[in-house]
């Protein structure tokens, strides 16, 4: 299935949502109408019970520019806002399903917001990526919410202080992606990382998003009590029977896509 609007591509298939950004020309920048267009997507990707895993990509050169600035000027009409860019982000750390993203272009200011909070961001090894904001006056702000926690503070102070674009190799050393890969085999890491990810059982998956990001805000006694409860509830639940059974008999659990 292939769905097209104004500002993204949307496609199912074995079992991965693919949502691409479709703005080219205007550097895929966060528009009004681009947000609203990621939001309805990934509304869709929630609603679809065949969609196991979403994937964001992007049509030219570039992943996402931030701030469309070209719109921030008198008298150009905006559509209405349906979504927002923090919600955007919000949906995609809280998530059940796994959120990842095939960087094939340049990712700057506010897109790389949204690659950190995705769950793997795989680069093109020949792209940049920087915090950019500064150099037209203004900060990280928003982004730094989801972006700090990923970086060291020297990391963090010298990317957001000078304005430099770095390598996405660079990237991936300092945390904000998880990794750069030779744009030739930018496709094929992408699908062998996401044919992985969907062999994982839907609450499982959705339980172990909630690890990584519940678990190191919490008091070392309060994660005790709150991991061992829900390890508890998952090994009773009838999805880790499947996923048992499947194990011992050597064959797929009924979750994994089927060609």
Not at 4 to 27: F, H, S
Not at 156 to 165: H, I, K, Q, T, V
Not at 225 to 254: M, N, P, V
């Amino acid at each position: 299935m292939t769905e097209t609007d104004e500002a993204t591509l949307y496609e199912v298939a074995e079992g991965v949502a693919t949502i691409t950004l479709n703005r080219p020309d205007n550097k895929n920048a966060l528009s009004v109408e681009l947000v609203n267009s990621i939001g309805d997507r990934l509304e869709d990707a929630q609603n679809d019970h065949q969609v196991r895993a979403i994937l964001f990509t992007n049509s030219g050169n570039t992943f996402c520019a931030g701030a469309d600035l070209k719109a921030n000027q008198p008298g150009v009409p905006q559509p209405e806002a349906r979504h927002n860019f923090v919600q955007i982000l919000d949906d995609i750390i809280e998530s059940p399903k796994p959120v990842l993203g095939q960087l094939a272009g340049h990712c700057t200011a506010g897109g790389v917001g949204l690659a950190a909070a995705f769950d793997i961001s795989i680069a093109a090894d020949d792209i940049i990526i920087g915090f950019t904001e500064v150099r037209i006056g203004v900060a990280p702000a928003v982004i730094s919410v989801i972006c700090l926690p990923k970086l060291r503070r020297a990391d963090a102070s010298e990317l957001f202080l000078n304005g430099e674009r770095i390598p996405a190799s660079r990237a991936a050393e300092v945390g904000l992606i998880n990794r750069a890969v030779p744009r030739e085999s930018l496709e094929k890491e992408t699908k062998e990382t996401l044919e992985k990810v969907v062999r994982g059982g839907p609450n499982a998956l959705a339980a172990s998003k909630q690890l990584v990001s519940k678990v190191p805000q919490m008091q070392r006694s309060e994660a005790w009590g709150w991991t061992a409860e829900l390890s508890q509830s998952l090994f009773k639940s009838a999805e880790a029977e499947e996923g048992i059974a499947a194990f011992r008999e050597r064959r797929d659990a009924s979750w994994v896509p089927r060609n």
